[in-house]
């Protein structure tokens, strides 16, 4: 099982990233998907989390109306579109994967079965 994110990188505030997270191993369509992010010396929290068996999608307040996740079932891969990008939405940015199918906004990483290693955004000011 492997989760491979990538797209992160610099960007000056109210700009754009395009996140990707590369699935393989598992059985893609069945899963929920979700992103954390984690700022330096903060705790890692749930950003947003896709079911991708009925499409339904949740973000936490801080993003919404700003970023948008879906997936690619073709390619098993995810996405998550950040636009105006904040310099407080910095972080390292983690693709998760659950087996229940059931996104879940949360902040408990225990619920997600597989983790990618992270992919670092920085927003400056």
């Known amino acids: 099982v492997q989760l491979v994110e990538s797209g992160g990188g610099l960007v000056q505030a109210g700009g754009s990233l395009r996140l990707s997270c590369a699935a393989s191993g598992f059985t893609f369509d069945d899963y929920a998907i979700a992103w954390f992010r984690q700022a330096p010396g903060k705790e890692r929290e749930g950003v947003s989390c896709?079911?991708?068996?009925?499409?339904?999608?949740y973000y936490t307040d801080s993003v919404k109306g700003r970023f948008t996740i879906s997936t690619d079932k073709a390619k098993n891969t995810a996405y998550l579109d950040m636009n105006n990008l904040k310099p407080e939405d910095t972080g390292v940015y983690y693709c998760?994967?659950?087996?229940?199918?059931?996104?879940?906004?949360?902040?408990?990483?225990?619920?997600?079965?597989?983790w990618g290693q992270g992919t670092q955004v920085t927003v400056s000011s």
């Open positions: 896709i079911s991708n068996l009925d499409g339904v999608t």
């Open positions: 998760a994967a659950d087996s229940s199918g059931v996104p879940r906004m949360t902040d408990d990483q225990t619920w997600y079965d597989y």
